[in-house]
Nanobody
């Protein structure tokens, strides 16, 4: 069983930055990939960014050039650095870990609010 714990959400003004963290309960190299999705009320959860075990990254078009996903192997932690935040980035951000056999584990989510 995998546990993922997110932190780092909060309230920030437009143009500001936040860094989200996702700490895993075991080595991140036991996963196929780790990533972030987000969800706003009444909408489906949408993909934001992903980092594979081999180091390949993938971003949604809406965050490309503003968000960066990275990892600290020693801390079993994945980060999402979010710069130049916009009001439309407001959402609950969920960390996930992609496991073998197409299974996926999710964190509990952290709220990000971009507002002046």
């Amino acid at each position: 069983q995998v546990q993922l714990e997110e932190s780092g959400g909060g309230l920030v003004q437009p143009g500001g930055s936040l860094r989200l963290s996702c700490a895993a309960s075991r080595s991140i190299f036991s996963f196929v990939a780790m990533g972030w999705s987000r969800q706003t009320p009444g909408k489906q959860r949408e993909f934001v960014a992903e980092l594979t075990t081999s180091g390949r990254t993938n971003y949604s078009d809406s965050v490309k050039g503003r968000f960066t996903i990275s990892r600290d192997n020693a801390k079993n932690t994945v980060y999402l650095q979010m710069n130049n935040l916009k009001p439309e980035d407001t959402a609950v951000y969920y960390c996930y870990a992609s496991l073998v056999l197409a299974q996926r584990a999710w964190g509990q989510g952290t709220q990000v609010t971009v507002s002046s």
